[in-house]
C-alpha cells in the first residue's frame, strides 16, 4: 500500500493545526469546507447553540438575538509582543478575546457545509479590506490569532495596524451548561434592555442594573445593538457602572445593583455619540 508523501503529510498537519481537513492537495486553507477535530476539556466545550449562518446578514441577525454570538466589527488588533509583526490579537480592556467563530463550528446539519458568515474579516488600518487572497496570512479561530508569513507583515504591506470584523462565542461552557471550577454561566437577565436618551447633563444609560452578582474578577461586558463598547472610565472607554453616578467602578468589580452611566469628557460623550430608546444594550457577565 502506498503511503502519502512527507510534503503532504506536512500539509496535512498544517491544516489540522488549523482545525480544518485537506480535500485536494493543492488546496488554500481557506478553501477547505470542513472541520478537523481536536481533543478538548470539559470547560471548553460550547453548551449553547448557534444558528447556520449562509451570509453575513444571517449571521449578523444571529448575534442580535444570541447571547452566545458577539458581533466585532473593525476593532483594531495587537501584536503579540516577539512575533515580529507576524501575530495578532484582539485585546479589549486586557481581556484576550476568543475563541472567534469558525465558519465549519456550525456546519449545516444536512449538507455539512459551513457558515460562510462567520468568516472573518481582515481590514488595513484605513478600513479597506483585506481579502482571502491578498497576501500571506490564515486565522486560528479557536485561539482568537490572525497569523501573517514573515514578508507578508501588516508592515511589510503598508496596512498600518491591521483590524478585524469577527464573531465571537460568549455563551456558556461545559456539557449541558454544568458548572466549572465551581462557576456557572453568563447571566442572561441582563440581555435586550432598552436604553435611554443621554445627553452631558443626564448620562444614565439605561433604568434596568445589573440584576446577577457577577463573579468578582469577571468584567461585565456591555453590548449596544450587538456590538461591543469599552467598559471603564477615562477619556478612552464608552460606559462604566457606577451604584449611584458618583463611585465609578473598575472592570471586574460590578456588583449587583450597579447601573451603567455613559462616559463623558468635558461634556461630549467619549464615544462620539449619544443614546437613545431605540438602541439595545446587553450585559455579559459569569455568574456563580
Same mark, same amino acid.
Given at each position: 500500500?502506498?503511503?502519502?508523501?512527507?510534503?503532504?503529510?506536512?500539509?496535512?498537519?498544517?491544516?489540522?493545526s488549523l482545525g480544518k481537513i485537506l480535500t485536494e492537495a493543492t488546496q488554500n486553507v481557506y478553501?477547505?469546507?470542513?472541520?478537523?477535530?481536536?481533543?478538548?476539556?470539559?470547560?471548553?466545550?460550547?453548551?449553547?447553540?448557534?444558528?447556520?449562518?449562509?451570509?453575513?446578514?444571517?449571521?449578523?441577525?444571529?448575534?442580535?438575538?444570541?447571547?452566545? =454570538?458577539?458581533?466585532? /466589527?473593525? $476593532?483594531?488588533?495587537?501584536?503579540?509582543? #516577539?512575533?515580529?509583526? +507576524?501575530?495578532?490579537?484582539? &485585546?479589549?480592556?486586557?481581556?484576550?478575546?476568543?475563541?472567534?467563530?469558525?465558519? =465549519?463550528?456550525?456546519? /449545516?446539519? $444536512?449538507?455539512?457545509?459551513?457558515?460562510? #458568515?462567520?468568516?472573518? +474579516?481582515?481590514?488595513?488600518? &484605513?478600513?479597506?479590506?483585506?481579502?482571502?487572497?491578498?497576501?500571506?496570512?490564515? =486565522?486560528?479561530?479557536?485561539?482568537?490569532?490572525?497569523?501573517?508569513?514573515?514578508?507578508?507583515?501588516?508592515?511589510?504591506?503598508?496596512?498600518?495596524?491591521?483590524?478585524?470584523?469577527?464573531?465571537?462565542?460568549?455563551g456558556n461552557f461545559g456539557a449541558s451548561g454544568s458548572t466549572i471550577g465551581g462557576f456557572s454561566?453568563?447571566?442572561?437577565?441582563?440581555?435586550?434592555?432598552?436604553?435611554?436618551?443621554?445627553?452631558?447633563?443626564?448620562?444614565?444609560?439605561?433604568?434596568?442594573?445589573?440584576?446577577?452578582?457577577?463573579?468578582?474578577?469577571?468584567?461585565?461586558?456591555?453590548?449596544?445593538?450587538?456590538?461591543?463598547?469599552?467598559?471603564?472610565?477615562?477619556?478612552?472607554?464608552?460606559?462604566?457602572?457606577?451604584?449611584?453616578?458618583?463611585?465609578?467602578?473598575?472592570?471586574?468589580?460590578?456588583?449587583?445593583?450597579?447601573?451603567?452611566?455613559?462616559?463623558?469628557?468635558?461634556?461630549?460623550?467619549?464615544?462620539?455619540?449619544?443614546?437613545?430608546?431605540?438602541?439595545?444594550?446587553?450585559?455579559?457577565?459569569?455568574?456563580?
Amino acid at each position: 500500500m502506498a503511503d502519502f508523501s512527507s510534503g503532504l503529510k506536512t500539509i496535512i498537519g498544517y491544516f489540522h493545526s488549523l482545525g480544518k481537513i485537506l480535500t485536494e492537495a493543492t488546496q488554500n486553507v481557506y478553501e477547505s469546507r470542513f472541520k478537523s477535530s481536536h481533543n478538548v476539556r470539559l470547560g471548553e466545550i460550547w453548551s449553547d447553540s448557534i444558528a447556520f449562518a449562509p451570509d453575513f446578514t444571517s449571521a449578523y441577525n444571529e448575534s442580535l438575538t444570541n447571547p452566545s =454570538v458577539t458581533y466585532y /466589527n473593525q $476593532v483594531t488588533l495587537t501584536q503579540i509582543a #516577539g512575533s515580529n509583526g +507576524q501575530t495578532w490579537y484582539f &485585546d479589549s480592556g486586557g481581556t484576550f478575546v476568543r475563541p472567534w467563530i469558525s465558519p =465549519v463550528d456550525v456546519p /449545516n446539519t $444536512v449538507s455539512n457545509l459551513p457558515s460562510d #458568515g462567520y468568516q472573518v +474579516q481582515l481590514f488595513k488600518n &484605513d478600513g479597506s479590506p483585506v481579502y482571502l487572497t491578498d497576501g500571506a496570512w490564515v =486565522v486560528d479561530y479557536y485561539g482568537g490569532i490572525i497569523r501573517f508569513a514573515p514578508g507578508y507583515t501588516p508592515t511589510d504591506l503598508g496596512y498600518g495596524t491591521p483590524k478585524v470584523s469577527m464573531f465571537v462565542y460568549t455563551g456558556n461552557f461545559g456539557a449541558s451548561g454544568s458548572t466549572i471550577g465551581g462557576f456557572s454561566k453568563v447571566s442572561l437577565n441582563n440581555n435586550y434592555m432598552s436604553s435611554r436618551e443621554t445627553n452631558s447633563g443626564d448620562t444614565l444609560a439605561c433604568i434596568i442594573p445589573i440584576l446577577s452578582e457577577p463573579i468578582l474578577g469577571s468584567k461585565v461586558r456591555v453590548l449596544l445593538n450587538g456590538v461591543e463598547l469599552r467598559v471603564g472610565s477615562g477619556s478612552t472607554f464608552d460606559c462604566y457602572f457606577s451604584p449611584d453616578g458618583n463611585i465609578i467602578r473598575s472592570p471586574g468589580t460590578e456588583q449587583t445593583n450597579d447601573y451603567l452611566y455613559w462616559n463623558y469628557d468635558n461634556g461630549t460623550p467619549v464615544a462620539k455619540y449619544e443614546l437613545d430608546s431605540l438602541d439595545i444594550l446587553t450585559f455579559n457577565y459569569l455568574i456563580k
